[in-house]
């Protein structure tokens, strides 16, 4: 009788148990509800170690961050950083994080749409010019003048004569922007073909992610030869000393956000900063352009072997 009454009870206590689901929770979470206790109304949730520590090392950059905005404010020091790459390189989310928890009054993010028939007209860098950083600003672009350097040139945007005009023209623009004062990042986020199909596929599941697909996603695999091939012509004609490339291999979305970070952080000064230790990046992660240059030049005729 007893053995009945406890086999009952176990039963309905499993009954209650609530199902077992796979849900997706918001970046933060984990870290925040970590020291949560045991009660009636909690449940059991199961994070990856991996994925805590990202959560943890990235709260740790962005609290560096702002303190290097409380001094861009105090100094009226302007910064500029360039995320360029192709399609579902991760660029997008790498400025969420990076802007996540700063002043809006002083961080911009410039997504500029295609240019209008008057912007069509006027001289190609006009349209950027008033987005770039006043004093004490952190200027951000989701693409940049360099869509001229490989998108336009792909997708038939512009003319040949255009491109090898920007191709020219481009690191003076740059060069006058550095020597005015302006601290400038460029950096190219390199995905692989077969990583960017699966984040391609994964976009047309997910409702939430639906905004990002565009009729040129379509083609960035079947013309991923043609973008290396201008990604080189690119790296060769704008990667300057004053003005230089950094490439962020981007497979892996979260070691490529930390990377990111800790290679801007690393090379601006600013008050109460982490020892150098702590914010130098990854060098499988981050390349410097001289060094893409280099692996692109050997793997030239084997593209393949080219990372995006």
């Known amino acids: 009788m007893g053995k009945q009454s406890a086999a009952r009870k176990q039963k309905v206590k499993k009954d ?13 979470s984990p870290l925040k509800y970590k020291k949560i206790k045991p009660g009636k109304n909690t449940r059991k949730l199961w994070i990856k170690q991996s994925h805590l520590e990202y959560e943890i090392e990235l709260k740790r950059l962005q609290i560096e961050l702002m303190k290097l905005q409380k001094h861009m404010q105090a100094t009226g020091m302007r910064v500029l950083a360039i995320f360029e790459g192709r399609d579902a390189a991760g660029k997008g989310g790498t400025i969420k994080r990076i802007t996540a928890f700063l002043n809006p009054r002083l961080t911009k993010v410039v997504a500029l749409a295609k240019p209008s028939d008057t912007e069509m007209t006027q001289w190609y860098f006009q349209r950027y010019v008033p987005h770039l950083p006043a004093a004490g600003e952190l200027v951000l672009f989701d693409r940049s003048w360099y ?50 199909a699966k984040r391609f596929a994964a976009r047309k599941l997910d ?36 003005s230089p490339w950094t490439i962020i291999r981007s497979d892996n979305k979260k070691k490529a956000r930390l990377n990111c970070m800790k290679y801007l952080l690393s090379h601006l000064d600013y008050e109460d900063k982490l020892p150098a230790g702590e914010l130098r990046p990854d060098p499988e992660i981050v390349i410097s352009g001289i060094d893409e240059i280099k692996h692109m030049e050997t793997h030239l005729f084997a593209p393949r072997e080219l990372r995006g």
């Open 147 to 196: 869509n001229r350097a490989m998108v336009e040139p792909v997708m038939g945007f512009c003319t040949d004569e255009q491109h090898k005009r920007f191709l020219k023209d481009v690191p003076l623009f740059e060069e006058m922007l550095v020597k005015d004062g302006i601290k400038l990042f460029k950096f190219y986020f390199s995905v692989s073909k077969e990583e960017q």
């Open 207 to 242: 409702p939430l992610k639906q905004y990002k697909l565009s009729p040129v996603d379509k083609l960035a695999q079947e013309y991923w030869d043609k973008y290396s091939v201008k990604k080189f012509q690119m790296l060769n004609e704008s990667n300057r000393t004053l």
């Open 16 to 28: 209650q148990e609530p199902p077992c689901v796979s849900i997706k929770l918001l970046e933060g």
